[in-house]
Antibody, heavy 114, light 114 residues
């Protein structure tokens, strides 16, 4: 069974940094691209970033380009999202998903507030 | 960038009756490989999104056959033949055609029981 478990969320001040992790199991992690999608409180879904299976390709939404970095460790079946220069508008539940969006984690809440 | 527009944004439905949600894209979603990467996702209250339909009309594993997708080019429809109580939630259309590993979501349609 495919399982994706996010961690690393929390309360952070504007301008701060946070690193999210997504632990994957139940499939060959190195064979799939991965994605981060976020959802602000009471709002819709917004694609954030994706990474190819090898990690050679990384893609970002304009809203996070230059501030967020996606990466992966295929030896540890883990996906990461390094978030720098955080803003109030980055407050959201962050979901990791396999690239086809057929499988999602439960999400981790990031709150950016002073 | 492609914009995805859903109608209606809210849909009160009687149990056992059909429901229909429309999604229009600002550009054709036919990819250079000939496929149309239009999906539908369901998000029940308090849950992560769940993939229902991919490539316009293909039901994902475990999705009841009362859900069906149709359309082509820029106009797409999700139909529920007979709404059940467990179908309450928000439905999103999503395109993955424009760029590799990136996605655009519709605003979401809230399905509720009358």
């Amino acid at each position: 069974e495919v399982q994706l478990v996010e961690s690393g969320g929390g309360l952070i001040q504007p301008g701060g940094s946070l690193r999210l992790s997504c632990a994957a199991s139940g499939f060959t992690f190195s064979g799939y691209g991965m994605t981060w999608v976020r959802q602000a409180p009471g709002k819709g879904l917004e694609w954030v970033s994706s990474i190819s299976d090898s990690g050679a390709g990384a893609y970002y939404a304009d809203s996070v380009k230059g501030r967020f970095t996606i990466s992966r460790d295929n030896s540890k079946n883990t996906l990461f999202l390094q978030m720098n220069s955080l803003r109030a508008e980055d407050t959201a539940v962050y979901y990791c998903a396999r690239v086809t969006l057929a499988h999602w984690g439960q999400g981790t809440l990031v709150t950016v507030s002073s | 960038d492609i914009v995805m527009t859903q109608t209606p944004l809210s849909s009160p439905v009687t149990l056992g009756q059909p429901a229909s949600i429309s999604c229009r894209s600002s550009q054709s979603l036919v990819n250079s490989d000939g496929n149309t990467y239009l999906s539908w996702l369901q998000q029940r209250p308090g849950q992560p999104p769940r993939l229902l339909i991919y490539k316009i009309s293909k039901r994902f594993s475990g999705v009841p056959d009362r859900f069906s997708g149709s359309g082509a080019g820029t106009d797409f429809t999700l139909k529920i033949s007979r709404v059940e109580a467990e179908d309450v939630g928000v439905y999103y259309c999503m395109q993955a055609t424009q760029f590799p590993f990136s996605y655009t979501f519709g605003q979401g349609t809230k399905l509720e029981i009358k």
